[in-house]
Structure formats: C-alpha cells, structure tokens
C-alpha cells in the first residue's frame, strides 16, 4: 500500500490521517496526528474461535517516555507495568469499538494504539480511537462503520473542541464523545457542576466534529485503494426446533423465576431450570447444551425486554424509575478517618476516607509531565461480592476503570489545598454486587469523606441508567 494522508481543520485544529508509511505488515494501520501528538493503531486477526462465547478483542495503549524525547525513572530506566492512564486509554477505546463487529465474528483481534509522539499541548487520547477505527476501515476486518472520537471542553465560560492539556486542566468540563456519522456511540468524561444544557450543547458540538472526522477516514480508505469484501457470516445450524422445545419446557414458569428480585434465588432458579431443559433434551439433542444454554438465555433477554416495554415493570417488580431500597452506616470501621456503608438494594459498598501528610502524595510520571497527586480513590471488586471463586491477582481493568470513574466524580467537591492541606485516599470495597457498584462508590465516598471530617463543598450522588428500545416503544 502506497503513502497516503488527508488533512482537516478539526474545532480549529489541524487534523491528519495517514497510512503506508509505519506498520505495513498490520492487518490495518493508521497514523492519526494532532499538533506534534501522534498515535499509531494497528489492527491485526487471529485464527476464529468459533466456539468461543465472548468476543475475543483485545485492545491496548501504550505510550513510552521517549515519545515525549524523556528517559523512564526507575533503576532500569525501561517502562513496566501500563499506566493507569494506558489502562484508562485502552477501556475508552474498547468501549465504542467493540459493539460494532458482526456478532457471528469470533476471530481473535488485537488492536494496539501506541503514542509515538507526544507534545505537551494535546492529549493523544480521543486521537487514538479515530486511529483504530481508521486501522479497522484499512484492514480486511469486518468492521460495520467508522467510528471517531473529539474531546470538547468548556473554558472562559465557552465550548471548544480539542482544547489544549492547559485549558481541560482550566476548564469546568471535559467530555471524550465518539460516534458515528449518525449517532453518538460513547460519552466520558467529568464536570465542575456544569447544568444539563451545557452537556446537551456539548454533544451535540462533538458530533458536528465527528461526522469531519469519519468522512476523513472513508476519504483515507479511498486513495489507499482498499476494497473490503463483503462479510459473509459462517453458516448457523437451524435450531429454531430447538429453541421452540426450550421454550415449551419453561414457558409457563420462566417469568416469575427471572423475575424474582433476590438475585441468588433468580439464579439458582434459572440454573435448575436450565440442568432441566438439558436432562429432558439430550436425547432428542445430543451434545447440544451449550445451544440450550443460549436458547434459556434469548428467552430471559426477550421476556425481560418485552416486560419492560409493555408493563414498565423491571426485575422484583420495579417500575421505570424506581431506585432500590438504600441504608446509608457510618463510621462502622473504628480505625479509619472516616468510613460509611453504603448499601442499594443487594449493591454494597464498603468506603473508608483515609488522611495523610504531604509525604502521603504519589507521585505520577506521565509523558506529559510529571506531579503529585494529594487526593486518589482506589475501587476493589473481590469475587465474593458476586458469589464466585476467582484467582486473586492484580488489580484489574475494570477495578482501575471503576475507580477512575468514581475519583473524578468527588474531585469537584474536596476542598483546595490551602485550606485543607491533606493528602485524601478513599477506598472502596464492593461487599456485594447487582447493579452500578461504581456508582454506589460515588455515593459511599461522599458520605465516608463528611465522617472523616473533610470539608466538602455539597454531597454527590452516582446512578446508573440504561435504554431498552424497540422500534418506537
């Protein structure tokens, strides 16, 4: 493939694509660049799992000192484990990218953003997620549509779109949005009690930014000459009979047993039931157990769906907009600074406040700088909370996710440093999970930093909130 690159004026800036020039012997690669921040995404296929009950994609960022011409620290002056911003990074970019494969691909896929060039005015970030989806247009992968990603910002009271590292730092709202040339496909980020309508106005602005974007990608895979051949999905065995002697078995007890509000009994129920399908079917389905098993769970996906959409009613009887029973303990730890209980429904999460000195700061090297954090907030998600037995490692993706997602919530409300010249940890322990513990987080650590004393400015609370649709119900 030969050198090509297409340029734009993006939210003022000027925005390059390119391909042919790094990584030819990827699947797909592209080069996006914003000022002298430059991300590389390349996309290579495996071999299919066809057996495989998940979608095996993997997606990493890495960013290396020497992209912003500096030596690691360390005794092996060599990078190690990723970042918390690398983490970070590479869960942004899964997020909006994944959906957006056909659900009968099941080959193995890697896509790898590395920052090859960091100035210290642009966050490579957003940047990397145009880049993938580019790498994904070039490649031969199935890939629906393209997909990119601006960050927009608020300073001087004004919206912009890529704002500099100095004017997100500034600003009252920093917001990641990606999406389609129709829709918006992911929003993240954080905001210093900014009303609604900014959000609104700041999406919206995104998107405009966006369809830029998308159209510099298709023009991209145009003058590179890339022909992506139709998908043609592997062919499906008929099990609609099946699914039909699935369906008579437990039409007329499924309901109530899904719908059971007491989660370990909604499960050991649904686990009987399943271990009853499979003992009457397998004769008449021999070594099918793994499509019963999918059959009971597209019936409890549907039943679910169409109760929510013809009755308003959720699982244990809730309506729409119905929040679980909540109890809120404090100071149930008598060692911490400061704890709280916080428990919805059969969600609860531990929290305790810890303080410490200037010496308690830690110190973060970025390839963007390096500073010390006085103020940090960890999430652990042990296996017991959900009932199950798992290896206990290093902290995982999602706990370092979850945990980010929780400290940017409360930064906005913790008091400035020359009033409270205290180094902050909060610590949150998910005791049992069924439903949004992060947000559950968000509201245990607001309570367990007014029982150490600290001197928020108001409370914050976290919900999660999701969308069923069917046509236009």
């Known amino acids: 493939m030969s050198y090509q690159k297409v340029d734009a004026i993006i939210g003022g800036v000027n925005v390059s694509l390119e391909t042919g020039r790094l990584a030819k012997q990827a699947g797909g690669a592209a080069v996006a660049r914003i000022g002298d921040t430059m991300v590389l995404s390349t996309a290579c296929a495996g071999n299919e799992l066809p057996n495989s009950d998940f979608f095996p994609l993997t997606v990493e960022f890495i ?60 966050d490579p970030d957003a940047m990397a997620i145009t880049a993938s989806s580019c790498a994904l247009c070039l490649s031969d992968i199935p890939f629906l549509m393209p997909i990119a990603a601006v960050r927009v910002g608020s300073y001087d009271g004004k919206l912009k779109v890529f704002p500099t590292l100095a004017e997100t730092e500034a600003g009252t709202l920093s917001l990641i949005v990606a999406g389609s040339e129709d829709s918006i496909v992911m929003v993240e980020g954080n905001a210093t009690e900014v009303k609604e309508s900014v959000i609104v106005d700041a999406i919206m602005l995104a998107h405009a930014e966006i369809k830029k974007l998308v159209a510099m990608q298709k023009e991209l895979v145009a003058k590179a000459g890339v022909k992506r051949e139709p998908y043609v999905a592997p062919e499906q065995a008929d099990e609609s009979a099946l699914r039909a002697d699935v369906l008579d078995i437990v039409k007329d007890r499924f309901h109530e047993i ?37 059959a009971l769970h597209d019936i409890e996906k549907e039943d679910m769906r169409k109760t929510i959409l013809e009755k308003g009613i959720r699982i244990g009887g809730r309506d729409c907009d119905t929040i679980r029973p909540i109890t809120c303990d404090l100071d149930i730890l008598p060692r911490a600074h400061g704890s709280a209980l916080f428990t919805r429904g059969e969600t609860q999460s531990l929290v305790a406040t810890t303080l410490g000195t200037k010496l308690d700061e830690q110190h973060i090297e970025d390839i963007q700088g390096e500073y010390d954090k006085s103020y940090m907030l960890h999430y652990n998600f042990p296996p017991f909370s959900v009932g199950e037995v798992k290896r206990l490692g290093s902290v995982s993706r999602r706990e370092v996710g979850h945990g980010h997602l929780a400290e940017v919530s409360l930064a906005p409300i913790l008091p400035n440093e020359k009033s409270f010249p205290y180094t902050i940890r909060i610590v949150s322990e998910i005791m049992e999970s069924n439903g949004s513990s992060s947000m559950a987080t968000v509201c245990g650590g607001s309570l367990s930093l007014m029982a150490a004393g600290v001197p928020v400015k108001t409370h914050v609370a976290g919900v999660a909130m999701g969308l069923v649709k069917d046509e236009n119900r």
């Open 63 to 122: 960013a290396k000192t020497y992209a912003a011409g500096k030596i690691p620290g360390g005794y092996f002056r060599r990078e190690g484990k990723p970042t918390e911003k690398e983490v970070l990074c590479a869960r942004m970019i899964d997020r909006p990218v994944r959906p957006l494969f056909p659900k009968t691909y099941k080959n193995e896929l890697q896509i790898i953003n590395t920052v090859i060039s960091a100035d210290d005015t642009y």
């Open 258 to 294: 899904s719908f059971n509000g007491d989660k370990k009994a909604r499960y050991k129920g649904i686990k009987e039931l399943l271990a009853e399908v499979q003992e009457k079917l397998k004769e008449k389905y021999p070594e099918k157990e793994k499509v019963m098993a999918e």
